[in-house]
Protein backbone atom coordinates (compact mmCIF):
# COMPACT_ATOMS: atom_id res chain seq x y z
CA UNK A 1 0.00 0.00 0.00
CA UNK A 2 3.33 2.30 0.52
CA UNK A 3 4.12 3.27 -2.86
CA UNK A 4 4.75 7.15 -2.59
CA UNK A 5 8.07 7.22 -2.31
CA UNK A 6 10.34 9.37 -4.22
CA UNK A 7 8.91 12.40 -4.42
CA UNK A 8 7.90 11.51 -0.76
CA UNK A 9 11.25 11.67 0.31
CA UNK A 10 11.76 14.65 -1.56
CA UNK A 11 9.29 16.44 0.27
CA UNK A 12 10.65 14.87 3.65
CA UNK A 13 13.89 16.64 4.12
CA UNK A 14 13.09 19.03 7.35
CA UNK A 15 12.39 22.28 6.91
CA UNK A 16 12.20 22.50 3.10
CA UNK A 17 8.79 24.24 3.36
CA UNK A 18 8.75 27.65 2.87
CA UNK A 19 5.94 29.83 1.19
CA UNK A 20 7.13 32.34 -1.52
CA UNK A 21 6.34 35.14 0.31
CA UNK A 22 9.23 34.72 2.46
CA UNK A 23 11.74 35.58 -0.67
CA UNK A 24 9.46 39.08 -1.49
CA UNK A 25 11.10 41.90 -1.03
CA UNK A 26 10.38 45.55 -2.51
CA UNK A 27 11.83 46.84 -5.39
CA UNK A 28 15.34 47.56 -4.37
CA UNK A 29 15.37 46.95 -0.88
CA UNK A 30 16.95 44.28 0.91
CA UNK A 31 14.14 41.44 2.43
CA UNK A 32 13.07 41.61 6.34
CA UNK A 33 15.43 39.36 8.08
CA UNK A 34 13.59 36.00 9.08
CA UNK A 35 11.87 35.89 12.76
CA UNK A 36 12.91 32.62 14.47
CA UNK A 37 9.71 31.41 14.53
CA UNK A 38 8.23 28.28 13.07
CA UNK A 39 5.59 25.52 13.22
CA UNK A 40 2.82 27.47 12.15
CA UNK A 41 -1.00 26.28 12.46
CA UNK A 42 -3.48 28.19 12.58
CA UNK A 43 -6.64 26.76 15.01
CA UNK A 44 -10.62 27.08 15.14
CA UNK A 45 -11.69 26.66 18.49
CA UNK A 46 -15.28 28.85 18.68
CA UNK A 47 -16.52 31.20 16.98
CA UNK A 48 -14.33 31.04 13.44
CA UNK A 49 -16.55 33.70 11.50
CA UNK A 50 -14.81 36.19 14.14
CA UNK A 51 -12.25 33.97 15.90
CA UNK A 52 -8.97 32.49 15.03
CA UNK A 53 -5.88 31.40 16.97
CA UNK A 54 -2.62 31.49 15.41
CA UNK A 55 0.54 29.32 16.70
CA UNK A 56 3.80 28.57 16.27
CA UNK A 57 6.84 27.70 17.85
CA UNK A 58 9.51 30.48 19.30
CA UNK A 59 13.18 29.23 18.20
CA UNK A 60 14.78 31.77 20.37
CA UNK A 61 13.90 34.94 21.95
CA UNK A 62 11.26 36.67 23.22
CA UNK A 63 7.93 35.38 22.01
CA UNK A 64 6.65 36.97 18.75
CA UNK A 65 3.70 39.49 18.11
CA UNK A 66 1.09 39.05 15.31
CA UNK A 67 0.33 41.89 12.73
CA UNK A 68 -2.63 41.33 10.77
CA UNK A 69 -4.92 43.37 8.16
CA UNK A 70 -7.34 42.23 4.98
CA UNK A 71 -4.52 43.92 2.98
CA UNK A 72 -1.31 42.27 1.49
CA UNK A 73 1.09 44.28 3.32
CA UNK A 74 4.23 41.49 2.47
CA UNK A 75 6.34 41.17 5.00
CA UNK A 76 6.31 44.84 6.11
CA UNK A 77 5.13 43.96 9.77
CA UNK A 78 4.32 47.48 11.03
CA UNK A 79 2.22 48.78 7.83
CA UNK A 80 -0.63 45.90 8.93
CA UNK A 81 -3.03 47.73 11.18
CA UNK A 82 -3.83 45.30 13.76
CA UNK A 83 -1.17 43.58 15.92
CA UNK A 84 -0.95 41.65 18.93
CA UNK A 85 1.80 39.72 20.89
CA UNK A 86 1.47 36.08 22.12
CA UNK A 87 -1.48 35.19 24.36
CA UNK A 88 -0.34 32.52 25.76
CA UNK A 89 3.01 31.15 25.91
CA UNK A 90 3.69 27.29 26.69
CA UNK A 91 6.82 25.41 27.06
CA UNK A 92 5.88 21.93 26.67
CA UNK A 93 8.82 18.95 25.10
CA UNK A 94 11.32 21.84 24.83
CA UNK A 95 8.83 23.95 22.07
CA UNK A 96 8.13 27.34 22.83
CA UNK A 97 4.35 27.24 21.95
CA UNK A 98 2.89 30.56 21.34
CA UNK A 99 -0.46 31.45 20.62
CA UNK A 100 -2.34 34.84 19.66
CA UNK A 101 -5.78 34.96 19.79
CA UNK A 102 -7.04 37.48 17.07
CA UNK A 103 -10.63 38.60 17.61
CA UNK A 104 -13.21 40.85 15.92
CA UNK A 105 -12.46 39.61 12.48
CA UNK A 106 -15.36 39.62 9.94
CA UNK A 107 -16.84 36.90 8.30
CA UNK A 108 -15.52 35.33 5.39
CA UNK A 109 -13.15 37.52 4.79
CA UNK A 110 -9.29 37.13 3.69
CA UNK A 111 -6.48 38.19 5.91
CA UNK A 112 -3.38 38.77 5.95
CA UNK A 113 -0.77 38.35 8.62
CA UNK A 114 2.90 37.41 9.81
CA UNK A 115 4.76 37.18 12.78
CA UNK A 116 7.05 39.09 13.86
CA UNK A 117 10.20 39.21 16.82
CA UNK A 118 13.35 40.72 17.89
CA UNK A 119 14.76 38.81 15.27
CA UNK A 120 13.06 39.47 12.23
CA UNK A 121 9.09 38.78 10.32
CA UNK A 122 8.32 35.45 9.39
CA UNK A 123 6.64 34.61 5.49
CA UNK A 124 3.41 36.49 5.58
CA UNK A 125 1.17 33.89 5.51
CA UNK A 126 -3.19 34.61 4.47
CA UNK A 127 -6.39 33.26 5.61
CA UNK A 128 -10.16 33.16 5.53
CA UNK A 129 -12.77 32.79 8.24
CA UNK A 130 -15.89 31.44 8.23
CA UNK A 131 -19.12 32.87 7.06
CA UNK A 132 -21.85 33.99 9.29
CA UNK A 133 -24.76 33.41 6.74
CA UNK A 134 -25.82 29.68 5.25
CA UNK A 135 -23.52 29.43 2.15
CA UNK A 136 -21.93 25.71 0.91
CA UNK A 137 -18.61 25.23 2.15
CA UNK A 138 -16.22 22.42 2.19
CA UNK A 139 -14.31 20.52 4.93
CA UNK A 140 -11.98 17.90 5.44
CA UNK A 141 -12.38 14.92 8.05
CA UNK A 142 -9.79 12.19 8.82
CA UNK A 143 -7.30 11.04 11.43
CA UNK A 144 -4.34 8.68 11.94
CA UNK A 145 -1.50 10.02 10.87
CA UNK A 146 0.85 8.43 13.41
CA UNK A 147 3.41 6.46 12.07
CA UNK A 148 4.52 6.83 8.25
CA UNK A 149 5.85 10.72 7.30
CA UNK A 150 5.41 10.19 3.61
CA UNK A 151 1.97 9.03 3.47
CA UNK A 152 1.10 11.58 6.54
CA UNK A 153 2.97 14.71 3.91
CA UNK A 154 0.82 13.17 0.85
CA UNK A 155 -2.36 13.87 2.68
CA UNK A 156 -0.99 17.30 3.73
CA UNK A 157 -0.36 18.06 0.19
CA UNK A 158 -3.76 16.90 -1.04
CA UNK A 159 -5.21 19.33 1.98
CA UNK A 160 -3.54 21.87 0.59
CA UNK A 161 -4.72 20.94 -3.54
CA UNK A 162 -8.35 20.73 -2.01
CA UNK A 163 -8.19 24.11 0.45
CA UNK A 164 -11.47 22.96 2.31
CA UNK A 165 -12.52 25.59 4.94
CA UNK A 166 -10.84 23.82 8.15
CA UNK A 167 -9.57 20.19 8.53
CA UNK A 168 -11.19 18.03 11.62
CA UNK A 169 -8.33 16.36 12.51
CA UNK A 170 -10.20 13.50 14.71
CA UNK A 171 -6.36 12.45 16.99
CA UNK A 172 -4.01 9.93 16.46
CA UNK A 173 -2.01 12.48 15.02
CA UNK A 174 1.23 11.18 16.71
CA UNK A 175 2.62 7.66 17.43
CA UNK A 176 4.82 8.26 20.92
CA UNK A 177 3.77 11.25 22.76
CA UNK A 178 6.98 12.83 22.51
CA UNK A 179 9.54 16.01 21.42
CA UNK A 180 10.71 13.86 18.31
CA UNK A 181 7.52 13.18 17.13
CA UNK A 182 5.86 16.48 17.34
CA UNK A 183 8.85 18.01 15.80
CA UNK A 184 8.28 16.23 12.61
CA UNK A 185 4.68 16.65 12.54
CA UNK A 186 4.27 19.86 13.05
CA UNK A 187 7.09 20.63 10.02
CA UNK A 188 4.79 17.43 7.99
CA UNK A 189 1.51 19.91 8.70
CA UNK A 190 3.83 22.68 7.26
CA UNK A 191 2.71 20.98 3.55
CA UNK A 192 -1.22 21.97 3.76
CA UNK A 193 0.24 25.76 3.65
CA UNK A 194 0.54 26.55 -0.30
CA UNK A 195 2.92 28.78 -1.94
CA UNK A 196 1.50 31.74 -1.43
CA UNK A 197 1.03 31.17 2.70
CA UNK A 198 -2.72 30.57 2.35
CA UNK A 199 -3.66 28.62 6.18
CA UNK A 200 -5.91 25.83 6.62
CA UNK A 201 -7.19 25.69 9.41
CA UNK A 202 -7.19 22.88 12.19
CA UNK A 203 -9.89 20.97 14.44
CA UNK A 204 -7.97 19.68 16.96
CA UNK A 205 -9.48 16.20 18.69
CA UNK A 206 -7.83 13.77 21.07
CA UNK A 207 -7.17 10.09 20.14
CA UNK A 208 -5.37 7.97 22.56
CA UNK A 209 -1.72 7.95 21.28
CA UNK A 210 -2.21 11.33 22.15
CA UNK A 211 -1.34 9.79 25.90
CA UNK A 212 -1.19 12.82 27.55
CA UNK A 213 -4.07 14.99 28.28
CA UNK A 214 -1.80 18.24 28.08
CA UNK A 215 -0.92 17.33 24.74
CA UNK A 216 -4.08 18.98 22.25
CA UNK A 217 -4.67 21.53 24.87
CA UNK A 218 -0.33 22.49 24.92
CA UNK A 219 -0.07 22.15 20.87
CA UNK A 220 -3.56 23.58 19.73
CA UNK A 221 -4.64 25.69 22.59
CA UNK A 222 -8.38 23.84 22.79
CA UNK A 223 -10.06 24.66 26.18
CA UNK A 224 -8.47 21.91 28.57
CA UNK A 225 -10.64 18.85 28.62
CA UNK A 226 -9.99 19.08 24.46
CA UNK A 227 -13.69 19.40 23.83
CA UNK A 228 -15.65 22.62 22.75
CA UNK A 229 -18.07 23.25 19.33
CA UNK A 230 -18.96 26.32 16.51
CA UNK A 231 -21.28 27.25 13.78
CA UNK A 232 -20.31 27.74 10.23
CA UNK A 233 -22.81 29.82 8.64
CA UNK A 234 -24.99 30.78 11.34
CA UNK A 235 -28.04 28.16 11.36
CA UNK A 236 -26.56 25.73 8.71
CA UNK A 237 -23.93 24.19 10.67
CA UNK A 238 -22.97 23.02 13.79
CA UNK A 239 -19.39 21.21 15.12
CA UNK A 240 -18.91 19.22 17.84
CA UNK A 241 -15.28 18.29 18.77
CA UNK A 242 -16.12 15.45 21.70
CA UNK A 243 -13.24 13.70 23.97
CA UNK A 244 -13.36 10.00 23.58
CA UNK A 245 -10.08 9.66 25.76
CA UNK A 246 -11.99 10.93 28.94
CA UNK A 247 -15.23 9.70 30.21
CA UNK A 248 -18.12 10.09 27.90
CA UNK A 249 -20.56 10.32 30.55
CA UNK A 250 -20.46 12.94 33.28
CA UNK A 251 -19.23 16.68 32.72
CA UNK A 252 -19.31 15.85 28.63
CA UNK A 253 -22.34 14.35 28.42
CA UNK A 254 -24.18 17.16 30.41
CA UNK A 255 -22.05 19.86 27.96
CA UNK A 256 -22.87 17.93 25.08
CA UNK A 257 -26.75 17.63 26.24
CA UNK A 258 -26.45 21.57 26.92
CA UNK A 259 -25.23 21.34 23.21
CA UNK A 260 -27.84 19.52 21.30
CA UNK A 261 -30.54 21.32 23.43
CA UNK A 262 -29.43 24.46 22.23
CA UNK A 263 -28.92 24.00 18.97
CA UNK A 264 -30.71 20.94 17.46
CA UNK A 265 -33.97 23.01 16.62
CA UNK A 266 -32.71 25.62 15.10
CA UNK A 267 -29.63 23.66 12.96
CA UNK A 268 -29.95 22.65 9.65
CA UNK A 269 -26.64 20.27 9.67
CA UNK A 270 -25.02 18.42 13.06
CA UNK A 271 -22.39 16.61 13.01
CA UNK A 272 -19.85 15.13 15.53
CA UNK A 273 -16.10 14.50 15.55
CA UNK A 274 -14.31 12.11 17.90
CA UNK A 275 -11.38 9.45 17.97
CA UNK A 276 -12.50 6.16 19.03
CA UNK A 277 -15.49 4.90 17.04
CA UNK A 278 -18.55 3.85 18.54
CA UNK A 279 -18.80 0.05 16.29
CA UNK A 280 -14.92 -0.87 14.69
CA UNK A 281 -15.14 -2.08 11.44
CA UNK A 282 -11.72 -4.15 12.42
CA UNK A 283 -12.59 -7.41 14.21
CA UNK A 284 -9.48 -6.90 16.92
CA UNK A 285 -10.47 -3.41 18.27
CA UNK A 286 -12.44 -3.71 21.11
CA UNK A 287 -15.94 -1.64 21.04
CA UNK A 288 -16.41 1.60 21.85
CA UNK A 289 -18.19 1.06 24.96
CA UNK A 290 -16.96 5.05 26.18
CA UNK A 291 -17.92 6.75 23.03
CA UNK A 292 -21.59 4.46 22.34
CA UNK A 293 -22.78 6.43 25.45
CA UNK A 294 -23.43 9.72 22.96
CA UNK A 295 -25.45 6.96 20.90
CA UNK A 296 -28.86 7.86 22.21
CA UNK A 297 -27.56 11.88 22.84
CA UNK A 298 -27.25 11.67 19.01
CA UNK A 299 -30.23 10.38 18.06
CA UNK A 300 -32.82 11.92 20.51
CA UNK A 301 -31.04 15.14 18.88
CA UNK A 302 -31.16 14.48 15.23
CA UNK A 303 -27.03 14.57 15.15
CA UNK A 304 -26.21 13.80 11.13
CA UNK A 305 -23.00 13.07 10.53
CA UNK A 306 -20.41 11.62 12.93
CA UNK A 307 -16.99 11.50 12.06
CA UNK A 308 -14.75 8.61 14.26
CA UNK A 309 -11.29 7.41 13.39
CA UNK A 310 -8.38 5.20 15.19
CA UNK A 311 -9.05 2.04 13.18
CA UNK A 312 -7.08 2.77 10.06
CA UNK A 313 -9.58 1.19 7.59
CA UNK A 314 -12.64 3.78 5.62
CA UNK A 315 -16.18 3.01 5.94
CA UNK A 316 -19.70 4.28 5.60
CA UNK A 317 -22.82 3.53 7.63
CA UNK A 318 -26.48 4.07 6.68
CA UNK A 319 -28.36 6.17 9.32
CA UNK A 320 -28.38 4.65 11.94
CA UNK A 321 -30.86 4.22 15.48
CA UNK A 322 -29.52 2.97 18.33
CA UNK A 323 -31.63 -0.22 19.23
CA UNK A 324 -31.13 -3.21 21.74
CA UNK A 325 -32.73 -5.28 18.80
CA UNK A 326 -29.68 -4.18 16.21
CA UNK A 327 -26.95 -5.20 15.28
CA UNK A 328 -24.32 -3.95 17.99
CA UNK A 329 -26.38 -1.77 19.12
CA UNK A 330 -27.53 0.00 15.95
CA UNK A 331 -30.38 -0.61 13.40
CA UNK A 332 -30.45 0.99 9.95
CA UNK A 333 -32.87 4.02 9.56
CA UNK A 334 -32.31 5.73 6.67
CA UNK A 335 -35.76 7.66 6.79
CA UNK A 336 -35.74 8.66 10.07
CA UNK A 337 -34.62 12.09 10.16
CA UNK A 338 -33.44 11.44 13.62
CA UNK A 339 -30.74 8.48 12.54
CA UNK A 340 -26.96 9.36 11.86
CA UNK A 341 -24.54 8.08 9.59
CA UNK A 342 -21.29 7.48 10.99
CA UNK A 343 -18.16 7.68 8.67
CA UNK A 344 -14.09 7.28 9.16
CA UNK A 345 -12.14 5.40 10.29
CA UNK A 346 -9.22 7.54 10.23
CA UNK A 347 -6.09 6.35 7.78
CA UNK A 348 -3.76 9.29 7.22
CA UNK A 349 -0.16 7.44 7.31
CA UNK A 350 -0.78 5.15 10.58
CA UNK A 351 -0.39 1.11 9.92
CA UNK A 352 -3.43 -0.21 7.32
CA UNK A 353 -5.56 -2.76 8.95
CA UNK A 354 -8.04 -5.26 7.21
CA UNK A 355 -11.80 -3.98 7.37
CA UNK A 356 -12.95 -7.63 8.64
CA UNK A 357 -15.87 -6.18 10.80
CA UNK A 358 -18.54 -5.14 8.50
CA UNK A 359 -21.86 -5.15 10.09
CA UNK A 360 -25.27 -5.49 8.13
CA UNK A 361 -25.86 -1.76 8.06
CA UNK A 362 -22.29 -0.92 6.89
CA UNK A 363 -22.86 0.24 3.40
CA UNK A 364 -18.91 0.51 2.32
CA UNK A 365 -15.61 -0.30 3.75
CA UNK A 366 -12.25 -0.53 2.51
CA UNK A 367 -8.64 -0.49 3.79
CA UNK A 368 -6.40 2.53 2.22
CA UNK A 369 -5.06 6.08 3.35
CA UNK A 370 -7.71 8.58 2.75
CA UNK A 371 -9.54 11.46 4.26
CA UNK A 372 -13.35 12.71 3.54
CA UNK A 373 -14.20 15.55 1.64
CA UNK A 374 -16.88 16.47 2.97
CA UNK A 375 -19.46 19.32 1.18
CA UNK A 376 -21.94 21.03 3.62
CA UNK A 377 -24.93 23.03 1.54
CA UNK A 378 -28.07 24.51 2.91
CA UNK A 379 -30.09 21.41 1.53
CA UNK A 380 -27.62 18.22 2.21
CA UNK A 381 -24.06 17.24 3.04
CA UNK A 382 -22.08 15.44 0.43
CA UNK A 383 -18.91 13.30 1.15
CA UNK A 384 -16.21 12.22 -0.81
CA UNK A 385 -13.26 9.97 0.18
CA UNK A 386 -9.91 11.26 -1.07
CA UNK A 387 -7.46 8.39 -1.66
CA UNK A 388 -3.74 9.81 -0.57
CA UNK A 389 -2.42 8.80 -3.74
CA UNK A 390 0.30 11.25 -5.63
CA UNK A 391 -1.06 14.68 -4.74
CA UNK A 392 1.71 16.44 -6.50
CA UNK A 393 -0.17 15.47 -10.10
CA UNK A 394 -3.51 16.83 -8.28
CA UNK A 395 -4.15 19.69 -9.52
CA UNK A 396 -5.88 22.60 -6.98
CA UNK A 397 -9.85 22.98 -6.94
CA UNK A 398 -10.95 26.40 -8.01
CA UNK A 399 -12.55 29.07 -5.67
CA UNK A 400 -15.41 28.86 -7.71
CA UNK A 401 -16.35 25.49 -7.69
CA UNK A 402 -14.50 24.01 -4.57
CA UNK A 403 -15.94 20.31 -4.91
CA UNK A 404 -15.69 19.51 -8.14
CA UNK A 405 -12.90 16.92 -8.56
CA UNK A 406 -9.67 18.62 -9.52
CA UNK A 407 -7.51 16.69 -12.09
CA UNK A 408 -5.48 14.17 -11.31
CA UNK A 409 -7.71 13.17 -7.76
CA UNK A 410 -8.55 9.64 -7.37
CA UNK A 411 -11.87 9.39 -5.30
CA UNK A 412 -13.12 5.60 -3.31
CA UNK A 413 -15.80 4.26 -5.56
CA UNK A 414 -17.58 1.89 -3.51
CA UNK A 415 -20.56 -0.11 -5.03
CA UNK A 416 -22.69 2.35 -2.53
CA UNK A 417 -21.70 4.90 -4.89
CA UNK A 418 -18.89 7.34 -4.69
CA UNK A 419 -20.99 10.28 -3.02
CA UNK A 420 -22.75 9.87 0.03
CA UNK A 421 -25.51 12.46 0.32
CA UNK A 422 -27.25 12.71 3.94
CA UNK A 423 -30.00 15.28 2.87
CA UNK A 424 -31.35 18.00 5.53
CA UNK A 425 -34.45 17.50 7.21
FE1 LIG B 1 -6.33 5.47 18.13
Known amino acids: ?72 HGRDAEAYPESLAATRVKEYDGFTNCFAKLEDLKPDTRYYLVISDEHGTSSR ?7 ATPQPFTFIAGGDSRNFRDVRIAANMMVEKLRPLFVAFTGDMINKDDAIEWDEWLDDWQHTTSDDGFLIPIVAHRGNHERRPETIPAYFNTPKNAYFSFSVGSDLFRYLALNSEIPAGEKQEKWLDEQLEKYSNS ?28 ADNFYEHGLDLALESDS ?32 GEGCWGAPLRDNDDNKPWTIASGSFNGFDWIQVSPDKIEVKTVKILNPSKVKRVSPEAPFENPEGITLWEPKSGTVLTIQAD
Open 312 to 343: HVMKRTEALKPSSKGHEGFIAAPNDPKATVYI
Open 125 to 131: FQFQTAP
Open 1 to 72: MRTLTLWAIAAILPGAFSPVSDLRAKDGEEPPRASKTDKYRLIWTTSPANRVTMGWNQKSGDPGTVHWGETD
Open 267 to 294: TTHLVAGYHKPMRPHVSKKSEGTNPMQW
